[in-house]
């Protein structure tokens, strides 16, 4: 074709002509591409699920496993038992006897003062309870150096009733629970020694102390003043 053919109307019909072949080529090459992508990925994705699907264990039915359980019975070994203890055999509770001797555990000791100050020639009393709360009647020693009621100042032992006692020192006192035994005691102001002297000094004016004892028992304090 020479040059005067694509001038005109002539060249134009030539470059659509060119164009329209141009991109029917290219239609079918998208066509064509697509087709392949599309035929390659689609079965081997279904493919490859199928395979994973597959590949795996199936997932176990709890129910049938419980009744496949039951059915086998002994087709699958029991733990073995752990070797059962016998329960530590404990010591039979103590029966306490009426009337036996009290515990130092079951017995209350309290003292008490009827004043806080005392005049001028006034005898300061005191009054000692013990009370036991034991399940049984017991029995202790009440007297007056077992069950003791003493008299202090500071560091210094003014009075007791254990000082000076003569003749039968020991008192058995049976205790029933609940109710007390009550010992009341009058101070006559006089200093007391183990040894008995006829007439012993007067106490000072001043603070003392009072406490009631029966073995490792102690009352509480009882704190008193004479004037």
Not at 43 to 69: C, E, H, K, N, V
Not at 84 to 102: E, F, I, L, S
Not at 141 to 158: C, K, L, Q, Y
């Amino acid at each position: 074709m020479d040059s005067d053919a694509m001038r005109g109307d002539g060249g134009d019909v030539y470059w659509r002509r060119r164009m329209s072949v141009l991109v029917g080529v290219l239609v079918v090459v998208a066509v064509v591409a697509w087709a392949c992508s599309s035929g390659s990925s689609g079965p081997q994705r279904t493919s490859s699920a199928q395979t994973a699907t597959s590949s795996g264990p199936p997932a176990a039915d709890p129910l049938l496993a419980g009744l496949r359980t039951l059915a086998l019975g002994t087709a699958s070994p029991s733990p073995t038992p752990s070797p059962t203890k016998n329960p530590a055999t404990t010591a039979p509770a103590k029966v306490k006897r009426p009337g036996a001797p009290c515990e130092e555990s079951d017995l209350v000791l309290n003292l008490q003062g009827r004043q806080d100050v005392y005049a001028s020639g006034a005898m300061p009393n005191l009054m000692a309870t013990l009370v036991n709360t034991g399940q049984v009647m017991c029995t202790t020693d009440v007297g007056p150096r077992a069950m003791e009621i003493r008299i202090t100042s500071g560091e210094d032992r003014i009075w007791s009733t254990a000082d000076c006692v003569s003749g039968e020192t020991g008192t058995a006192q049976k205790l029933e629970r609940g109710i007390p035994f009550v010992r009341a005691v009058d101070w006559d102001r006089k200093r007391s020694r183990t040894e008995c002297t006829a007439n012993g000094p007067t106490a000072l004016p001043g603070t003392y102390v009072a406490v009631a004892r029966l073995g490792k028992l102690k009352s509480p304090l009882v704190v008193f003043h004479l004037r």
